[in-house]
Structure formats: C-alpha cells, structure tokens
C-alpha cells in the first residue's frame, strides 16, 4: 500500500469515529446491548389511518401499538431509530401481537418498535387477488411510516428520528416491507395490475397521511419474499435476511407461492433469489438460512435470541449507527476478517478467512479516533485479543501487515 492509500485509510477511520461520535446516542453500547434497557413502555391502537377494507366494502380503521424504552432520560431520546413491524397471516388474517416479542426486544435496546394492523381477508387465490392483498398491506405500511413522518414535524410526540426507520415482519408482513423497500416506481407495477391500481393509489395507496415520505432506511425479513428481483437495484437500502431452504410457505428461492396450501398463480422470489440479486447490485444485505422446511420457527425457543443480536448488530452497522463514510473504508470492510463475540465482555477472537502470509499489527481505535490497544502478532488464523481492560463503548479493530498492507477492520462493541 503506497502512502496516499494508508492516509487516506487513517483519515476514513478518523472521518468514521468522529461521525460516532457526534452522533450521541451511538456512544457506549445503546441500539447494540438487547437489555440496555429494562423496562418497556405500550400505548396500543393509535389509529395511523383508514382504507376501503377486504371482506367488507367499508372503511376500516388502521391501528398500530407503539413500544418504547420506559423512563428513557438518555441523550438522543427525542431522536430514536424507529422500527414498524408487521405480522404474518398469508394477507388473510394474523394479528398485530404477533410482533409483541419482536417489539419489546426492540425497545429494550432503545429503538422506538411498532406493530401495525393491515388490511386482510378472505380472497380466491390466483395472480391478481394475490398481488392486490400484497399491494394493500404495503399501502398500509407506507401510511404508518408516513404517521410517524407526519407526527415528527409536529409534536414528535414519541420521539423519532426519521432518518433512521427500518420496517419489517414475518412472513407475509416482511412480503409487506419487502415491496415498501423495492417496489418503489410506478413503472415497476406488473402489467396485469395497472388498471386496478390505479383507483388504488398507485405505488403509495391512500391508506393516510399523505403529504410525507414513505421511504424507509432499513429492512428486516422474516420469511419474506418479492414478485421480481428486478426491482431491487443499485443504492436500495440495506436489508437482513433469515430463512429456511426448504420453507413450504413462503419459498427461499423463485417459485409458485400458495396460501394456506392453495397455488395462486403467483411467482415469487424468497431471500435466497433475492441474495443473488442483492449481491450482484451492490446492495447491503445479510442473509441467514436454516436448513429444513420450517417456516418461521427461528423466532421461538432457543434460536430466538441469536437471530434477535443477529439483526441487533446488522441495524447498528449498517442502518442506525453505520460507520461506512468513505470508499476505502468501504473496500476495507470486504476483507474476510471478523470478531466473535461482538458485542463481548472484551475478550474476543478475531478470525481471518485465509491465513494472513505474514505477521501483522492489530490496533484499537476508541470513539474519539485515539490509538487505545496495539498488539504484533505472528500469522495464524485465529488470535485471541484481551481488551477487558478497556472502558465499554464501541471502537475500531484494525488488522494490517508489518509493510502496511491491510487486512481489515471491523467495529467491536464492548459492554
């Protein structure tokens, strides 16, 4: 590496650090510690808006419920990411207490968590039926990002940052968030439905709130899929990802789709087709498979709580707290190196996917860019690094060869 790359690495990291920390509520290891707080707070059914409902030709209320930190004093609490997940139900029924676990998680790392009502019921599965249940639910979704758009420039009553909204869900509710992500142009609607879309309000719908932006920052699937890969594209937003390969109701790969057993017609690409694409576009994602032909299981008993820090720690990276600022750091971060446990007590290893070819200089980088930890290290794959000495708070692993070749760098909470 000749001197320009080095100084412009040194000030891409410093340029990284400093972002973290102006951004006060990103110090320590808030958004990144699954109990940073202990005590959650719920105000349930605030009405977020109304639309023509499935079964019935009437309007139907949308309601959503709202989980915070209880008793948050910290700097940022009138800033918080916030986070709207909703439930699964194949677009027929489901319940918006589906998503309580998954909320209380949320909050307790200090996100703002909401579950949302959407439109279902009962309709004969074929292409278009199909299609129109997935459109009315990510009509609904976009009206309750547009809520909290519409409450932030106001009272802020429950203290938002809309820089920083991810959605999600499970199942069909990640299919929900999955087409607010990626289903964004009008030209992208399926020919078949452009004539019934249109008395429907094209891509944004007419479920409330108009007026404000539906764009969100973030995505989190649970056994999520989409209609055509193709509408996911260069500079779309991040997306994680968990699923099973042999998944019977929502595919992991491109495929008819049924509901409650019965074919619709309906070709859909789960998380597995949507990874090639996402890769080959340049698009942040994570993806996590199960093997089996589970459905959504990961999200009960033992697996529970890897997935909820697996998604915890993707949010931090790359949504709320993200550190990527610079094309070197960039390039840096694509290097096969990682820490586990992250976050950790300070105790940790670090692992390289190749053995490096020669010794190399691990150093340690606090939130205020100062050198805190050096280590020489002779080449081996794995090395263990002790930092229980230092104070909690999140910091910049740096791994480079005696002639300044890096290896790469990697962001270590400590707590």
């Known amino acids: 590496m000749n001197s320009t790359k080095i100084i412009a690495l040194i000030l891409s990291i410093v340029a990284t650090v400093n972002y973290l920390s102006a951004q006060t509520d990103c110090t320590g290891d808030k958004y990144a510690n699954p109990n940073y707080f202990s005590n959650v707070k ?17 309007a139907q209320s949308l309601r959503l419920d709202v989980y915070e930190p209880a008793a948050d004093t910290m700097p940022g609490r009138h800033n918080r990411p916030l986070i709207i997940l909703a439930h699964g139900g194949s677009f027929i029924g489901g319940d918006k207490n589906e998503c309580e676990s998954l909320c209380n998680s949320f909050a307790k790392m200090g996100y703002v968590a ?3 009502d959407y439109r279902t019921g009962i309709f004969v599965p074929n292409e278009v039926k199909t299609t129109l249940a997935v459109l009315r639910a990510m009509h609904d979704m976009r009206a309750a990002v547009r809520y909290f758009r519409k409450d932030a420039a106001s009272a802020n009553a429950y203290g938002v940052d809309t820089n920083r909204i991810i959605i999600g869900g499970i199942s069909a509710g990640a299919i929900a968030a999955i087409h607010v992500a990626y289903l964004d142009e009008d030209s992208e609607i399926p020919a078949y439905l452009v004539n019934d ?5 094209g891509i944004e719908g007419v479920s409330g709130n108009p007026g404000y932006s539906s ?7 649970y056994a999520g899929a989409i209609g055509d890969t193709l509408w996911i594209n260069a500079g779309d937003i991040p997306i ?4 099973y390969s042999g998944d ?13 057993g019965i074919p619709t017609g309906l070709i859909a690409s789960g998380s597995g087709s949507m990874k090639t694409r996402l890769e ?6 994570e993806l996590t498979t199960y093997s089996g032909s589970g459905h959504v299981d990961y999200l009960n008993g033992s697996d529970y709580d890897t997935v ?3 998604t915890m720690m993707f949010l931090y990276n790359n949504v709320v707290c993200k550190q990527t600022t610079s094309a070197v750091l960039a390039e840096v971060s694509k290097i096969g190196m990682n820490i586990s446990p992250n976050p950790s007590a300070g105790v940790c290893v670090l692992r390289f996917n190749e053995t490096p070819d020669a010794s190399f200089t691990i150093e340690v980088y606090n939130s205020m860019g100062k050198l805190v930890f050096h280590s020489e290290n002779q080449a081996r794959k794995e090395t263990t690094l002790d930092l229980s000495h230092l104070s909690k708070g999140v910091y910049l692993v740096s791994a480079k060869t005696g002639n300044g070749q890096k290896i790469g760098i990697e962001k270590l909470i400590i707590r």
């Open 197 to 201: 879309t249109a008395g429907l309000g």
């Open 42 to 58: 719920v105000t349930r059914n605030i009405v977020y808006g109304s639309n023509i409902g499935v079964t019935f030709p009437t």
């Open 114 to 116: 909401v579950t949302i």
């Open 248 to 260: 019977q109701t929502v595919p992991y790969d491109t495929r008819e789709v049924s509901v409650n």
């Open 308 to 310: 909820i820090n697996s």
């Open 280 to 285: 080959n576009e340049g698009v942040v994602n």
């Open 215 to 221: 764009k969100a920052h973030g995505v989190v699937n």
């Open 240 to 243: 994680t990802s968990f699923h």
